[in-house]
C-alpha cells in the first residue's frame, strides 16, 4: 500500500512538472512571437488589453498554463502583421478544438486565414 501511494506522489510530482515546463516552453514561444515583429511587453498588452504584468508572466511561464484558448488566440492575432488584424473581415466560424495552447492557437488562426 504504501508502494502505490509513493508511486502515485511520484506521478502527480512528475505531471507538475512536464505542466510546468510546457508552461515555460509556451512563454518562450510568444516572446519569440513578440519579438520577431519587434513589439515591446506594452504594445502587445496594450493590444490585447491586458497589464504589461500580465504578458511578463505568461511569457516567464508562471501563468502560461492558465492562459484560455480565447487568450492566446488574441496574442496570436496580436503578433501578426499588419496591426489592426483583419479578423472585423472574416467571417466568424467555430473550431473543434479542445485544450489551450499557442500552437492550437496559431494552427487555429492559420485556418481561419486560408479558409476566408
Known sequence: MATAVRQRDW???RMEADLSQIAVEEGARLRQRREAIELSIEDLAERVNVDSSWIRDVESGRTAG????????SLVW????????????????????VGSSLAGAEDIVRQWLKDP
Open 78 to 97: 496580436a503578433t501578426r502583421e499588419p496591426w489592426p488584424d483583419d479578423r472585423k473581415n472574416r467571417s466568424h466560424k467555430k473550431v473543434g478544438y
Open 11 to 13: 506521478d502527480r510530482k
Open 66 to 73: 492558465d492562459v484560455r484558448m480565447s487568450q492566446w488566440l
